[in-house]
């Protein structure tokens, strides 16, 4: 039986305030890179890479054979050449190895280490010393920055105005002939990281970050819905302008998602403060006795249990069903902080008892039910973000998103149950990316534990599945069998 707590205080609110072209090296290849070189590259990179550099699949192939060749042979070549190098580069859509020299007389050994050889006027430590000299002053407005490019043999300036460009150069007092000025109409600016856990501030009260997420190609993150109302603006930790409240509920739910300005970006990591940068690489659902830690701008880093999965909590607001109920504690400004078990993303504080002076309980909203209705990806530390998940089984009841590495299970709906109070068909359908194997399994409450009455386990990734069955509580278990990605699942109940 589930018991309504009469009041329980909402403490953790806001608070106010293929075929490879050969390429030599002029070293022995580790084994390393030979196995780099010649393993099969991960298809996500060669779509990137096509995607990205308007390639082909074939040319993506061969660009990071070369180019883990080429990245080992280039040591050895500056230290044949010796003061005479000039530096190495990739050039084309297969990354062909360049390396420069300011002696004829080197092309032979260029040739012979399997680049192509340049024959220039500067040496790499002249042109760096060029560069060293640019850093000791400094620059107007109109320049934004400047690097040594080996493929130029200059420094390249990137700036708005030439001829101030080229002024602040000559005050320098470093050879403006080594100095190339390229048009740059926009001046850079800091990217901020979004990492659960950190503070962010909607006018004077704080809250703390839950999880970056995306929605579509807009980034965002995900917190509780009482630290702010749809379109409440909100500050980043460092008090610059970082986005608006586009999704919001409470009470009843407890979840949030803000949708960033173009000043932040996401690696998917949670800051665990004294247990350092955390990665997120999925969702999988704690069960019951779980250990689970929580990350907050208030208390920072704290761990305790899952209790109890599916409670409703009876806040002075109003109540929020769906929450987990755990013995990590909270404080103030702790709302919407990260709840985490391993690398697996659980939900955004949402509220509770107690402090972390005398301990506490404390409920967390688990971030399936917001990734599902907000139609979210979790951006995971795997590289910036898991696919859109696949579009079929969308003509269900319910349908619910998730993502999986290769091995794990996660729970629908949200990590819980359904109850039915009829007999009738269950059906249910599942969609996985192309190339992976994941399966489906239906499961009912026999009284003392969880049973499968029916599934799907066909080597492919789409699964479906239907039972005639009696009224009860059932839940569905989507695996992944081998392959990683972004799944959905649609199912009809009687």
Not at 8 to 32: Q, R, W, Y
Not at 168 to 183: E, I, L, P
Not at 379 to 393: A, M, Y
Request: charged share 15%.
């Amino acid at each position: 039986m589930l018991r309504t707590p009469a009041t329980i205080a909402i403490a953790i609110g806001a608070l106010v305030m293929t075929a490879t072209p050969a390429v030599a090296t002029a070293t022995t290849p580790t084994a390393e890179a030979i196995q780099a070189a010649t393993a099969e590259p991960p298809k996500g990179v060669i779509d990137a890479l096509e995607r990205d550099l308007g390639i082909s699949e074939k040319q993506a192939v061969n660009r990071m054979a070369n180019e883990a060749r080429g990245n080992q042979a280039a040591p050895g070549l500056a230290k044949q050449l010796g003061d005479r190098y000039a530096g190495t580069w990739f050039e084309g859509a297969e990354s062909k190895l360049v390396a420069a020299s300011v002696n004829q007389a080197d092309t032979a050994a260029i040739k012979k280490a399997g680049a192509e050889p340049r024959i220039v006027s500067r040496t790499l430590a002249q042109l760096t010393a060029v560069k060293e000299g640019l850093d000791k002053t400094a620059p107007p407005d109109t320049v934004h920055s400047w690097s040594v490019s080996p493929a130029d043999n200059a420094v390249v300036v990137q700036a708005a105005d030439q001829d101030a460009a080229l002024s602040w150069a000559k005050s320098a007092g470093v050879d403006t002939g080594a100095v190339k000025v390229a048009a740059s109409a926009d001046r850079p600016k800091p990217f901020y990281e979004i990492r659960g856990g950190d503070a962010y501030y909607i006018s004077s009260s704080r809250c703390s970050v839950g999880f970056a997420a995306r929605r579509g190609t807009q980034l965002g993150f995900t917190t509780a819905g009482h630290c702010g109302s749809t379109g409440a603006s909100t500050t980043g930790y460092n008090r610059a302008a970082q986005g608006t409240f586009q999704i919001s509920s409470f009470p009843g739910n407890d979840y949030a998602w803000v949708a960033t300005n173009a000043d932040w970006t996401a690696a998917g990591v949670v800051n665990g403060y004294s247990a350092g940068i955390l990665p997120v690489r999925g969702a999988t659902v704690t069960q019951p006795g779980g250990a689970v830690c929580r990350s907050g701008s208030t208390t920072q880093w704290r761990c305790g249990t899952v209790q109890a999965l599916n409670s409703t909590v009876n806040y002075p607001e109003g109540t929020v069903s769906g929450l987990t109920r755990t013995s990590a504690c909270a404080e103030p400004g702790d709302s919407g902080g990260s709840f985490i078990s391993g690398d697996q993303a659980q939900g955004m504080t949402s509220g509770g008892s107690g402090n972390c002076s005398i301990g506490g309980t404390t409920y967390f909203q688990p971030i399936g039910e917001i990734i599902s209705v907000g139609g979210l990806t979790l951006v995971t530390s795997d590289g910036g973000g898991d696919p859109d998940p696949p579009t079929g089984c969308q003509n269900y009841q319910s349908t619910h998103t998730g993502s999986l590495s290769s091995g794990q299970s996660a729970y629908q709906p949200n990590g819980s149950y359904y109850q039915t109070t009829t007999s009738g068909t269950h059906a249910a359908c599942l969609d996985a990316p192309d190339g992976t194997d994941f399966d489906l399994y239906l499961q009912r409450w026999n009284g003392l534990s969880w049973s499968t009455v029916a599934q799907g386990i066909t080597p492919g990734p789409d699964e479906t599945l239907s039972y005639n069955g009696s009224a009860g509580y059932y839940r569905y278990r989507v695996h992944a069998y081998s392959g990683s990605g972004s799944y959905t699942l649609g199912f009809n109940r009687p």
